[in-house]
């Protein structure tokens, strides 16, 4: 599944585009009852999630796609506030 | 030359955050992933998440250095090791970084997502704008 270095410029826009709209769609996800849960994101779908991040991964695999070119985030429930 | 750097809202505020891609020769990872630039943090470290994703194997994994070392951060506690040497890439600037954190165990929480430290900012010879009052930030450098 490795990438061609010519192709990895799409695969970060893609990657960039679909972390945009996780965060612009948290809301949304959160009422799809994904709270708690981990999601992927391809091509502004959510294309696999669990509360498990692993079966995630692997969901994401059993579909072809290499998860290290996919976004994967967790949905935090609303109001969650995480100090760094 | 200035970097933009997205504003988002996440986990009960606005971080400024970046997509980046991260490449070690030794251990060999590879991939891309979204980090929070944190000017709180000294170092940078990898999300536990991002390292599950990238798949990393148990044998890479074992070219860490050093001991493990306990951190907490954003609510989880792990255990980390140390990445001698990665590339970042970011637009099309390669920053070299020395002593990433990469999270070997996850002992309690959500694992937290990828943080660039100060020691980024450093080795990149970055000056870091943030003002989320208009939601614009970039990293600047000559």
């Known amino acids: 599944m490795n990438l061609q270095n010519s192709q990895l410029p799409k695969e970060i826009s893609e990657f960039e585009e679909d972390s945009k709209w996780f965060y612009e769609n948290a809301d949304l996800l959160r009422k799809n009852k994904l709270v708690g849960k981990f999601v992927a994101i391809k091509n502004k779908e959510v294309i696999a999630s669990d509360t498990e991040l692993n079966k995630v991964v692997e969901e994401v695999e059993s579909k072809g796609k290499n998860p290290s070119y996919i976004v994967i985030e967790y949905v935090y429930p609303d109001g969650t506030v995480i100090l760094f | ?142």
Request: with cysteine; aromatic share 8%; net charge positive.
């Open chain 2, 1 to 142: 030359m200035r970097i933009p750097v997205r504003v988002e809202f996440f986990a009960g505020g606005l971080r400024p955050i970046v997509t980046l891609c991260i490449k070690s020769e030794s251990p060999k990872i590879f991939g891309v992933v979204n980090a929070i630039i944190d000017t709180g943090s000294p170092t940078t470290i990898l999300g536990a998440g991002d390292v599950q994703r990238m798949r990393i194997s148990q044998v890479q994994m074992g070219k860490l250095i050093g001991a493990e070392k306990e951190v907490n951060l954003g609510g989880a506690q792990i255990k980390t090791r140390v990445l001698p040497e990665a590339e970042l890439k970011i637009n099309e600037k390669k920053i070299k970084i020395s002593s990433v954190q990469v999270p070997v165990k996850l002992i309690k929480g959500t694992p937290p997502p990828t943080v660039l430290g100060i020691d980024f900012l450093l080795e990149g010879k970055f000056k870091f704008f943030f003002y989320p009052l208009k939601k614009e930030a970039y990293l600047e450098f000559d």
